[in-house]
């Protein structure tokens, strides 16, 4: 079973930046489709952005044109870029592909 580590999540003031990486232990995301999900506390996990294994991007509305997700070309790892980033969108953030989840990665946005 393939193994996902999220990275790069921290602590940004609103209106910054950051990157997450999700490291797969196997070159599968040239072949599988993946997505990063977020939860807040109190809320449901709900999906953020996905990709196919043929590039074909889809974001969540509440992200759109302030989130891009991307990969490398190797098929290891998985980015999520974050702009304009609001206190809304402080949550764990999860990478999801296949049947494997990471264990999640911290993001707080303070106002």
């Known amino acids: 079973q393939v193994q996902l580590v999220e990275s790069g999540g921290g602590l940004v003031q609103a209106g910054g930046s950051l990157r997450l990486s999700c490291a797969a232990s196997?070159?599968?995301?040239?072949?599988?489709?993946m997505s990063w999900s977020r939860q807040a506390p109190g809320k449901q996990r709900e999906l953020v952005a996905s990709?196919?294994?043929?590039?074909?991007?889809n974001y969540a509305d509440s992200v759109k044109g302030r989130f891009t997700i991307s990969r490398d070309n190797a098929g290891n790892t998985v980015f999520l870029q974050m702009n304009s980033l609001k206190p809304e969108d402080t949550a764990v953030y999860y990478c999801?592909?296949?049947?494997?989840w990471g264990q999640g990665t911290q993001v707080t946005v303070s106002s």
């Open positions: 196997m070159s599968i995301f040239s072949t599988n489709a």
């Open positions: 990709i196919t294994s043929g590039g074909r991007t």
């Open positions: 999801n592909a296949i049947s494997s």
